[in-house]
């Protein structure tokens, strides 16, 4: 990714990591460029915080120049998705994987009212009359 595009995936160091995952829902995308298969996910990570549309952040962190963070999170090999919830890890991915694996153990682990607040409603609204649908003519 080049210096002048703008990602939805946010940077995380040693020194900024504590305070940026303490609170709420947070993807973390360990990686080195040393990696290949960390290439291959990079794409996908970053589809994945477009589509959480702010119901979780999404954080990348290179294992190479943060091994502080890496060592925190217990990743043992790269690349590696890791989720924390208010600064706690539930959940970890290893590997390249699909982008439908990585939504699904977000979306086990978020909170179901997180969910519904982020999920577009069709109900209609209480001073909208609803017509009969007997289909009968009720004048």
Known sequence: MSASTV????????ATFAT?????AVLVDVWA???APCRLLAPIVEKVAVGLDGRARVYSVDADENPLTVEQLGVRGI???VLLLDGTVV???NGVTSRATIEAMI???????QIAAAAPTTATSPSTPTPPTTGKDLR
């Open 33 to 35: 460029t040393r990696c």
């Open 91 to 93: 959940d970890s991915l």
């Open 7 to 14: 990602s939805a995936v946010l940077v995380a160091t040693d």
């Open 20 to 24: 940026q995952t303490a609170s709420g």
């Open 107 to 113: 979306d086990r682990h978020l909170p179901a009212a």
């Open 79 to 81: 690349p590696a998705l």
